[in-house]
């Protein structure tokens, strides 16, 4: 009796205490009325459905940050970034869709609350919604788009962004190649990092990493979600109302939200966080039908694929999960499938014994066949023993090494101007195994959602 009324006294004192930590956070939200005066809306689905828009807000930050991070320039207070979230009407799994700031929109005839200006109705970017009318016509254009009914609405800006990756510690991402975007000054060699605010900022805002600029930094926004809500969980900050409460002034300090996000709503997300992890989120990019669409007067944009984005947003209002779940099993989580953009079908690999244990080479190269590589089937002895594993690559076909290299973390790449197509594999005795890889096209939206543990790095 003395123990279950002592444990009632600390669950009534956690809840009073988060309840306090929550009412306290909520009188300092920045308020927007993004639903003002809004009629004929779709109808309501199941869930919650919350628009989360990047904006700019550099005239917020340090001149100091402002150089570090290369945030130069007049702050524009537009966005580039939008995703509606889905919580599940039981809490047990989000859905983030990301939506390209490149989408064609058409935006209704609407009349100016402020001068009464009557605006007939017109194509555009999406992006372009918010310069138009701010929050407003944003959530109007996406409601009339998606035919879903957005619950919330949330403005995230540089600043909140980075107190937000620091007050947790910082978050992991991994990289299978170099990393660099002189524009946003990202600078990550290959391997595992721990981002703090600064850097986190520069890998989710870098569109110059290769060629597949919005899209690309659509696929490196969600990988870091997913991190982020991994580190969240396991840090035990929605566990801790203290922790929490340091982490939501983070997040809500320079946010902007509508009226109606209140402390009910944050306490009833912290709640169903608790158990929350990256196997809990999954990720997916509208469906796109056309990359380069005309259109006069505003340029190039991309259409979205109508069918496959119906039926998408069909299954979020009625609130079915995007993927599968995985075969229950008894032993450890499988590892997450690395991205990689080159087709393993396309890259020819010879295998070589670099060690003293037979049959090591033909293990492998059974292994990296299994895995999509198109191998000799034909494995050698190396001239001499290796300490570690290495590839040997021709500088033209980089990024082959670099997708072989995924599959084979701590093998060294090595560059041997005028080997040909062919890559060389030398392997050593420390080998334990081929990791699984999976083509992405970084020219093409993610073609299926994924599960936040797919995409997390291997062991977390």
Not at 56 to 76: M, Q, S, V
Not at 158 to 182: E, N
Not at 190 to 209: C, D, E, I, P, S
Not at 343 to 370: C, E, H, M, Y
Request: aromatic share 4%; charged share 25%; proline share 7%.
């Amino acid at each position: 009796m003395r123990a279950l009324c002592t444990l009632s006294v600390v669950v009534l004192a956690s809840a009073g205490i988060g309840h306090a930590v929550i009412s306290s956070l909520d009188a300092g939200i920045a308020r927007v009325d993004a639903f003002k005066d809004m009629k004929n809306r779709p109808r309501a689905g199941h869930g919650m459905n919350v628009l989360l828009v990047g904006t700019d807000g550099r005239d917020k930050i340090t001149e100091r940050e402002r150089r570090a991070f290369r945030l130069g320039g007049a702050p524009c207070h537009c966005t580039d970034t939008m995703m509606i979230v889905h919580i599940s009407e039981n809490r047990d799994r989000a859905t983030v869709v990301s939506l390209p700031r490149d989408s064609y929109a058409e935006l209704p005839a609407r009349t100016d609350p402020a001068t009464g200006q009557q605006h007939p109705a017109h194509p555009i970017r999406l992006n372009a919604a918010y310069s138009e009318g701010g929050p407003q016509l944003t959530v109007r254009a996406i409601e009339s788009m998606t035919h879903l009914k957005i619950d919330h609405y949330l403005e995230v800006d540089f600043t909140s962004f980075m107190k937000t990756v620091d007050v947790l510690g910082g978050v992991k991402i991994c990289t299978p190649a170099p990393m660099q975007d002189a524009y946003s000054g990202l600078d990550l060699a290959a391997g595992t990092h721990t981002l703090k605010g600064g850097q986190a900022l520069q890998y989710v805002r870098a569109r110059h990493v290769d060629g597949t600029s919005d899209l690309g930094r659509m696929k490196r926004q969600q990988r870091f979600l997913a991190s982020l809500i991994e580190k969240a969980a396991s840090s035990g900050v929605l566990l801790n109302p203290m922790r929490f409460r340091d982490v939501a002034r983070a997040v809500l300090g320079s946010v902007r939200a509508d009226e109606t996000f209140g402390t009910d709503e944050l306490l009833d997300l912290a709640r169903a966080m608790r158990d929350f992890s990256p196997s809990s989120s999954e990720f997916v990019t509208v469906p796109i039908g056309q990359m380069n669409y005309e259109v006069r007067g505003v340029g190039s944009t991309l259409k979205w694929d109508q069918a496959k984005a119906d039926q998408l947003f069909t299954s979020l209002r009625d609130d079915k999960p995007l993927t599968t779940d995985p075969p229950r099993h008894d032993g450890p989580a499988p590892a997450p499938v690395t991205p990689v953009d080159v087709d393993p079908q396309q890259i020819r690999v010879q295998v070589a014994n670099g060690s003293a244990t037979l049959g090591l080479a033909k293990r492998v190269d059974a292994a990296l066949a299994a895995t999509g590589f198109t191998t000799t089937r034909l494995p050698v002895t190396a001239p001499a023993h290796v300490p570690h594993s290495v590839i040997s690559y021709d500088p033209r076909w980089d990024r082959s090494a670099r997708a072989l290299a995924a599959a084979l973390p701590g093998a060294e790449l090595r560059a041997v101007p005028g080997q040909g197509q062919l890559l060389r594999l030398t392997v050593a005795a420390d080998f334990k195994n081929v990791h699984k890889v999976r083509f992405e096209d970084p020219g093409q939206p993610a073609p299926r959602a994924v599960r936040g543990s797919e995409v997390v790095c291997p062991g977390s």
